[in-house]
């Protein structure tokens, strides 16, 4: 008897799965960003309530401190939007810490993971806007190789570059000019670049950051984009300033 039913056990796999085949097919994908605020704070499950309170606790204790204020709601957006410019400034702004003057910072879109809510900003925000262990480096490119980078990142549709970048590009992804702080770029000069490790090894189909020189790449927690985007938000904060970013033309389609 036992032997009938273990023979038995692959056709019954072979008739469930032929069973659980389905018609349907996947004909498109839609998806839309829900901002999740106070307004949903204004009738509260009590039950709910009750069953999170000592999770929350622990959660708002680590997630919770302030780290300064933003003006608006961002999001990232290609070819160009506010988080993505202040994060790509932002890299800029840290590189004194590291007593280096880059003229230009990349930071990938893919690796901006959520946005802000006009307001207060906790590390939690931050944390969720760059949740992975990216950490900033330098490297130095010839301009031909920064033209390279320029149309690889035109053929993404647009990465986060920092202010001065002007570059623009065609709907299909092919780069039409490029000017970095007003001028045009020179093949044969040398241009500092901070950018992440991440970009470094040429992911995210940026693979002229490989033919990059003099790499300075710290392999230190402390050097994670989050903490340099905290550090940010800290010292605005102290100014009394609240953090603002906006459109500039960084990257424009034609």
Known sequence: MNIKLFAA????VAVA????????????????????????????DEAAASFIA???????????????????????????????????????????????????????????????????????????VAPFENKICFLTLTGEHLLELFSQIASTGGEAVSHGTELVITPDGKLVSARLNGEEINPSQSYRVATLDYLLEGNDKMLAFRKGTDIVAPTEASNNTRYLIMNYFKEKQSRGETVDAQIEGRIKIK
């Not at 799965?17 to 509260?44: A, F, G, M, W």
């Not at 204790?61 to 933003?70: E, L, T, Y």
């Not at 400034?89 to 959520?114: C, F, Q, S, T």
Request: aromatic share 8%; with cysteine.
């Open 17 to 44: 799965v032929v069973s659980c085949k389905s018609h349907y097919k996947l004909t498109s994908v839609e998806r839309t960003r829900i901002v999740i605020d106070s307004r949903y704070d204004q009738n509260p």
């Open 54 to 128: 000592p999770f929350k606790r622990v959660n708002d204790s680590i997630m919770g401190p302030f780290m300064g204020r933003v003006a608006r709601s961002m999001s990232s957006a290609r070819p160009e939007s506010e988080l993505s410019n202040l994060l790509a400034d932002i890299l800029v702004w840290a590189a004194k810490d590291y007593h280096e003057k880059p003229v230009l910072a990349v930071y990938n879109m893919g690796g901006i993971r959520a946005g802000l809510t006009r307001g207060e900003v906790t590390y939690g925000d931050v944390l969720s």
């Open 9 to 12: 056990g692959p056709l019954l």
